[in-house]
């Protein structure tokens, strides 16, 4: 069983920044393929943030362009989120995602994080 843990959350003014950390781990074999920021506001739906794949694509939310930055090592199974020059709009719960692949017959699967608090306010 992989387990995804986020960090790095917590209140910040607008204009500032936090780095968002997450970790996958777990006892079985696997190697990733996908790692994804996502958030979900309060009374809307959970959308994408930020994703790169293993060969280096990424994928940012036009809100979020030129403000959030997403990187990672694939072979440490970590992913990082910049957010930079923070808005109230960027209130959320932010998850993280990874798409694995288990070295065993359970294949690909997509694992989520419990989420964590990002609150922009002054």
């Known amino acids: 069983q992989v387990q995804v843990v986020e960090s790095g959350g917590g209140l910040v003014q607008p204009g500032g920044s936090l780095r968002l950390s997450c970790v996958a781990s777990?006892?079985?074999?696997?190697?990733?393929?996908?790692m994804g920021w996502y958030r979900q506001a309060p009374g809307r739906q959970r959308e994408l943030v930020a994703t790169m794949t293993t060969t280096g694509i990424t994928k940012y939310a036009d809100s979020v362009k030129g403000r959030f930055t997403i990187s990672g090592d694939s072979a440490k199974n970590t992913v990082l989120l910049q957010m930079n020059d923070l808005e109230p709009e960027d209130d959320g719960v932010y998850y993280c995602k990874f798409g694995l692949e288990y070295a065993d017959e359970r294949g690909y699967i997509d694992v989520w994080g419990q989420g964590i608090l990002v609150t922009v306010s002054s």
């Open positions: 777990g006892r079985a074999e696997f190697t990733t393929h996908f």
